[in-house]
């Protein structure tokens, strides 16, 4: 039972690049969560999902794209990278709305 | 849309209990607090999640007043490997506008 994990655990691109960020939950959980921490900063959140085929905005959505095609993967997208999205980009996975939500280890993600 | 606020920094020793509070001046009604900690270079960890009154598990107590406008966490006799940041979490909105708030964290630094 790994919890949630995410692929990769660093990545250096260049502005305009493209990527695709993975997390992975074996809790058969629910609701999902892309969230972004810049250096010394609390979570921010990016995008949702509150289960299979649905997604929603967070609080900073833009320049990224989610989908949650299956129920265990939560994508996060970054179709142009910008410098200011450099940050430590974390994924969490929930029950339920109210329950304990379960981070995975975070990517690192530096944007020249 | 409901605010959070928590000291920036704490500092305390190895042995003394630890109290920190959060403001959040608009919660949702039926919606839990709920306080995580955070390692450098780790996703944060579930701590303790309360509704009202006081919750008590085997490493931290919450204390929630009536209001709700305010939780406190509290930390028995510390040690060094409690140095962290700790997060508040609460919710505000319903249903569709439904958001999560975090809170900006407080770093604690426990010396010997």
């Known amino acids: 039972n790994a919890g949630v994990t995410q692929t990769p655990k660093f990545r250096v691109l260049k502005t305009g690049q493209s990527m695709t960020l993975l997390c992975a939950q074996d809790?058969?959980?629910?609701?999902m969560y892309w969230y972004r921490q810049d250096p010394g900063m609390g979570l921010r959140l990016i995008h949702y999902?509150?289960?299979?085929?649905?997604?929603a905005k967070g609080e900073v959505p833009d320049g990224y794209n989610v989908s949650r095609l299956k129920k265990q993967n939560f994508l996060l997208g970054l179709e142009s990278a910008a410098p200011s999205q450099t940050s430590v980009y974390f994924c969490?996975?929930?029950?339920?709305?109210?329950?304990?939500?379960?981070f995975g280890p975070g990517t690192r993600l530096t944007v020249l | 849309l409901a605010k959070t606020t928590q000291p920036i920094s704490m500092d305390s020793y190895e042995g003394q209990e630890v109290n920190i509070t959060c403001s959040h001046n608009?919660?949702?009604?039926?919606?839990?607090i709920t306080w995580y900690q955070q390692f450098p270079s780790q996703g944060p960890r579930f701590i303790i999640q309360?509704?009202?009154?006081?919750v008590t598990n085997e490493v931290a107590s919450l204390f929630i007043p009536a209001d709700r406008k305010s939780s406190t966490l509290s930390l028995p006799r510390v040690s060094l490997s409690d140095t962290a940041v700790y997060y508040c979490?609460?919710?505000?909105?319903?249903?569709?506008?439904?958001?999560?708030?975090w809170g900006a964290g407080t770093k604690l630094i426990i010396k010997p």
């Open positions: 969490a996975a929930q029950r339920g709305g109210l329950d304990t939500q379960y």
């Open positions: 999902s509150v289960g299979e085929g649905t997604t």
């Open positions: 809790m058969n959980h629910e609701y």
């Open positions: 979490l609460v919710g505000d909105g319903t249903d569709s506008n439904y958001q999560l708030i």
């Open positions: 309360g509704y009202k009154t006081k």
């Open positions: 608009n919660i949702a009604t039926n919606d839990y």
